[in-house]
């Protein structure tokens, strides 16, 4: 499977961005999906993650509430919606996919797909 990532851009604290992720090459219901980030000189973070299904999800803990993941099976895309952004959101975002069908992960190297990044830029 091949992943696009989309929708990054430049917004101010407080506003809201909406990131795709869209499949190409297979059925993205056959994966669960994941969302990662990395900001200049930190490590890559876990962000959230959706199972095949989209009935269960798992979001890092500074994350919950702001944003929220969502996937569209029939229309092969996965959806963060971020709001209330803060400077600290700023990173490149990715999009992930494992064939793996539990609940989703954590961990960079449980995916085996990856796309390319979008930048998300927050300024204060």
């Known amino acids: 499977v091949q992943l696009q990532a989309s929708g990054g851009g430049l917004v101010q604290a407080g506003g809201s961005l909406r990131l795709s992720c869209a499949a190409s090459g297979d059925s993205f219901s056959n994966y669960a999906v994941g969302w990662f980030r990395q900001a200049p000189g930190k490590e890559r973070e876990f962000v959230v993650g959706i199972d095949r299904s989209g009935r269960r999800t798992r979001y890092a803990e500074s994350l919950k509430g702001r944003f929220t993941i969502s996937r569209d099976n029939a229309e092969n895309t996965v959806s963060l919606q971020m709001n209330s952004l803060k400077p600290e959101d700023t990173a490149v975002y990715y999009c992930?996919?494992?064939?793996?069908?539990?609940?989703?992960?954590?961990?960079?190297?449980?995916?085996?797909?990856w796309g390319q990044g979008t930048l998300v830029t927050v300024s204060s």
């Open positions: 992930t996919a494992t064939y793996y069908s539990g609940h989703p992960s954590r961990f960079p190297a449980d995916y085996e797909y």
